[in-house]
């Protein structure tokens, strides 16, 4: 037991001594390692170009990024921050929100070839639904229109939690899914995949949160970069 109380005495010790650095780097230009988990899809597809923009200005940030989608409790990591893709969280000092994610509902021309039309939500039943589960109410899709809510029933034929799976499936003209807009609109503006029933938009909605460790000492590394995020993405 005794040795145990001085472990845990090192451990707090050790991270008084990096807050400590941490707030004397504050004073000056960011320099340093700043460590951040993000999801896969939003880490593989956005987060490079904002990383290297902020490098511009801060050339003396190294980032090192882990992609993954699980949850991170950052207590027990040696991660700074963590970019999550959620449901609505309450602001805190440590929980800043980023932005809205939007979803859309698409497939490609070619897999339109030859179907039944798409003119309102229920006509997806004749299709071929690629489903991610959080996007999906009870094995319903969710639509929401001038006229209110629609529930459509889906019969999924690839279930996915994957979103960049489901971006691969749909570029080999193989159904209709739901996607995020950060994936979605550069294929949409570049007529490979087709925005189906825009009048509509989805019923669930998602929001990006930077979550910052908790410390006493404000971290001049994490705070630039989420500022430069938020700059970014207004």
């Known amino acids: 037991e005794h040795g145990e109380a001085v472990f845990n005495r090192a451990i707090l010790l050790l991270q008084e001594c990096e807050d ?63 970019l999550r893709i959620t449901k609505k969280l309450n602001e805190s000092d440590s929980h800043i929100y980023l932005g809205m994610i939007n979803w859309i509902y698409c497939c490609s021309p070619q897999y339109l070839k030859g179907k039944p039309q798409i003119q309102i939500p229920g006509d997806l039943t004749h299709h071929r639904c690629i ?47 739901c996607l995020p807009d950060y994936l979605a609109t550069a294929y949409i503006k570049a007529g490979t995949l087709v925005h189906i029933l825009p009048d509509y938009h989805s019923g669930l909605s998602h929001y990006l949160y930077a979550i910052e460790k908790q410390s006493r000492y404000i971290n001049p590394l994490t705070r630039t970069f989420i500022e430069h995020l938020k700059q970014e993405l207004d």
């Not at 459509?152 to 034929?157: K, L, R, T």
């Open 131 to 177: 489903t991610n589960p959080v996007m999906a109410y009870h094995d319903n899709w969710i639509f929401s229109g001038a006229n209110g809510e629609v529930l459509v029933p889906v019969d999924s034929v690839i279930t996915s939690n994957s979103s960049l799976t489901l971006l691969n499936v749909l570029l080999n003209h193989q159904g209709v899914s």
């Open 20 to 82: 400590m650095f941490t707030q004397v780097r504050s004073f000056s230009e960011p320099e340093g390692h700043l460590r951040l988990s993000c999801s896969v899809a939003y880490g593989s597809k956005v987060l490079p170009e904002y990383i290297m923009s902020y490098q511009t200005k801060f050339p003396q940030v190294k980032f090192h990024v882990d992609l993954n989608d699980n949850i991170i409790n950052l207590s027990e990591t040696n991660f700074d921050m963590v």
